[in-house]
């Protein structure tokens, strides 16, 4: 059954202004404390070369000769990043051509200016996942293992057993290797599943100099001392966002700061500049994609229930939803940390942000986009919720695991773990990952079991906060949570 669902005047696009109610009902709302972000029309691009770009192109543009890659001892030591699926349609033909035909897909070969074909991690390692058994590129990836592996062995070359003199790219090998085990130690995350992206950022920008993105051998700026995690959006909403980051910290043209993992390899502002040729492409693309549809049953008429109580609860916030995206509205409302109360560490880092802040304006980036911290205030930008289903665990930095205890606070675990990393293995009732709760955190769990722990009591990882279901009884929240999957 199609819903159709109710729509509201749109905001003026006005940073400075308070947003007024936008919620159905006439009570107040956190809505009320929330001020619009202002968007920016995007730049105009070609969708199906954005797609190619993303899938083929060497926007990090040192990387793995494919000689090497392809080898035995590499493929053995690469494991599973190396053996992972090709990019297929839904009738298992390939999406790419060439030798990227059979290339695990977050993985792109391209040809540098030397004529070597080399091997390099692209977009998708963070920004595609399996949900029910099928692989979605634009949807966050959350099973992703960086409790230690990025690391390395101590820093040791687990390319030491070849003689990468001999090779042709074998420059470009040790390039990516060392660059990574710089960043490593700011990648490390507690739990499998939680992402890095926000503090490799920083790690990046503090060893680039500013004015030409050459590498330094020492940061050039103080670096967070919390290694908190983030959820990674899905891109489908980043049609409708102002901000590219869950705390309001990069506004304008989202190219500027897409395009940052580049960083990686790009030591010239002349090689940014060709990467960012494309980018346009690459974000049409990203605008282009559509939130997957629930695969379950709905309930419709319980869901028709849950639609009021959305409009008159949730939508001052979060939007409205029509049977098409130009029936939508979303208001881009950035809301105050005393209002939304959930973990201010990413919120509230404020020496580490003002370095970045100060870094983004003297770079070629700084075209784009700019960054902006405390601006109205402290704050997490209320989301878009298309897709919402696919995207579990929730809050910025995935601290619940169902929807259900997103909006029943008493619900959520503060000790939890997933049952396992199957993808079909999916609760339709709660709206999330199947889990288990536990009696004990990471400190006292084996070495075996602690990384798999998700503890809400470590700095970075609170499940607080986001209590505006509290005054909804049981039955209004199922509802609303059946509503949800309509979306």
Not at 154 to 169: K, R, V
Not at 263 to 289: G, P, W
Request: net charge negative; aromatic share 10%; glycine share 8%.
């Amino acid at each position: 059954m199609s819903l159709q669902r109710a729509s509201w005047v749109a905001f003026a696009l006005a940073a400075s202004i308070a947003a007024c109610n936008t919620s159905t009902s006439s009570d107040p709302g956190p809505w009320d404390d929330g001020v619009v972000i202002p968007n920016e029309a995007p730049p105009p691009g070609n969708v199906k070369a954005g797609f190619q770009a993303l899938v083929s192109n060497g926007y990090i543009s040192c990387g793995i000769p494919l000689d090497i890659f392809n080898s035995p001892a590499v493929r053995a030591l690469l494991g599973s990043i190396a053996q992972m699926q090709a990019l297929t349609d839904a009738d298992g033909k390939p999406l790419r051509t060439g030798k990227n035909a059979d290339m695990p897909y977050n993985w792109n070969v391209h040809t540098n200016d030397d004529g070597v074909d080399l091997v390099s991690p692209n977009c998708l390692q963070c920004h595609a996942e399996k949900i029910n058994g099928q692989l979605v590129i634009g949807l966050g990836n959350v099973t992703s293992d960086y409790t230690g592996a990025a690391e390395g062995d101590g820093g040791a070359n687990p390319f030491d057993s070849i003689d990468l003199d001999s090779i042709p790219g074998g420059d470009q090998l040790l390039k990516l290797f060392e660059r990574q085990t710089t960043i490593g130690p700011y990648t490390i995350m507690r739990t499998v599943g939680t992402n890095p992206a926000v503090v490799s950022t920083f790690a990046l920008a503090a060893y680039k100099e500013p004015e030409t993105l050459a590498w330094l051998d020492e940061p050039a700026f103080p670096l967070p001392a919390v290694l908190f995690p983030t959820d990674v959006p899905p891109w489908w909403r980043t049609k409708k966002k102002s901000s590219h980051f869950h705390n309001g910290l990069s506004r304008g043209d989202h190219r500027g700061t897409m395009i940052l993992a580049s960083m990686v390899c790009t030591d010239t502002n002349e090689e940014a500049e060709e990467i960012m040729e494309y980018f346009d492409d690459l974000y049409a693309y990203v605008r282009s994609l559509e939130a997957p549809v629930y695969p379950f049953e709905i309930d419709a008429t319980l869901a028709e229930q849950g639609e009021g109580i959305f409009l008159d609860n949730c939508s001052g916030c979060h939007g409205t939803y029509g049977a098409s995206d130009d029936e939508d509205t979303y208001p881009n409302l950035i809301i105050p940390l005393d209002v939304i109360e959930t973990d201010p560490a990413f919120a509230g880092f404020d020496e580490n942000i003002a370095a970045l802040e100060d870094w983004f304006e003297q770079t070629f980036f700084a075209r784009y986009a700019t960054i902006v911290y405390n601006d109205p205030f402290r704050g997490y930008t209320a989301p878009p919720l298309d897709g919402i289903w696919a995207t579990a665990p929730f809050l910025h930095n995935g601290s619940v695991p169902t929807i259900e205890a997103v909006i029943d606070p008493s619900q959520r675990p503060v000790h939890w773990r997933r049952i396992d990393f199957d993808s079909t293995n999916y609760d339709t009732e709660r709206l999330g990952w199947p889990y288990e709760s536990l009696t004990y955190g990471q400190a006292e769990a084996s070495d075996e079991e602690r990384r798999y722990i998700y503890d809400t009591s470590l700095i970075g990882h609170s499940n607080a906060g986001h209590t505006f279901g509290n005054h909804l009884s049981d039955a209004e929240r199922t509802a609303l949570v059946e509503y949800l999957k309509t979306l």
